[in-house]
């Protein structure tokens, strides 16, 4: 799965170049990850992790597989739970822009398929029924509306709890002008002397330039 969706990441077209410029500059400090990310990976995480853990340890009795009679009917009623999970893990992954990875993963989905139905003894997976397959498709698309639910999250509040939660430093906002310079008398003064001075070096450079080039035919006359 992994493999196949880092060569996807390289199908992403460039950014636009004047969305670059527009954007404001980030400080050296400031993360990798945005926060939208971040907040994305986590509810993800949530979700599956809990579908996992609760199948996992309740599966037998969620799925009505609880009823053997011996142990190698037992042991085939948890083969079957632990390939449900791996199912709802497989199928909890999903992006609809991109149509690469859309293509990638129907290529993960029919590879899904193919293992458990003839995979066998060669990858260690059993066979599973009709409303197990049925549950676990739901429960791995699930993750689409919830993909887009998270994003409707807003981000200040979620951002202040990880900062009480010392999860996340405290964001800086980036300085856009020196915090004395407001408009006003005292920075128009500021201003003006800034131009003056500007003006007065290039002035003294003019004047130094041009008092060595008068100076330099009495040089050669002396010399």
Not at 80 to 103: D, E, T
Not at 178 to 193: E, I, R, S, V, W
């Amino acid at each position: 799965m992994n493999t196949f969706a880092m060569l996807v990441l390289t199908t992403y077209p460039a950014s636009d170049s004047e969305a670059l410029l527009d954007r404001k500059p980030d400080k050296k400090t400031d993360p990798l990850f945005t926060f939208n990310m971040i907040k994305q990976i986590i509810g993800q995480w949530m979700y599956s992790i809990i579908i996992i853990l609760i199948f996992h340890f309740l599966g037998l009795k969620i799925l009505g597989l609880d009823h053997f009679h011996s142990s190698t009917e037992q042991k085939h009623q948890n083969a079957v739970v632990q390939m449900f999970v791996f199912n709802v893990f497989v199928f909890a992954q999903g992006v609809l822009k991109n149509w690469w990875f859309i293509a990638i993963a129907s290529i993960e989905v029919f590879a899904q398929i193919l293992i458990c139905l003839v995979g066998g003894a060669a990858f260690q997976v059993t066979r599973m029924g009709g409303k197990e397959w049925a549950i676990s498709l739901v429960l791995g698309l699930i993750a689409l509306p919830l993909g887009a639910l998270i994003r409707l999250i807003p981000n200040e509040p979620c951002e202040c709890v990880f900062v009480m939660l010392r999860l996340l430093p405290k964001s800086e906002v980036q300085p856009t002008m020196l915090p004395d310079t407001k408009p006003g008398f005292a920075f128009a003064m500021d201003h003006m002397c800034d131009n003056l001075g500007t003006f007065s070096k290039l002035y003294s450079g003019r004047m130094c330039s041009s008092l060595f080039c008068s100076q330099e035919p009495f040089s050669d006359h002396w010399s």
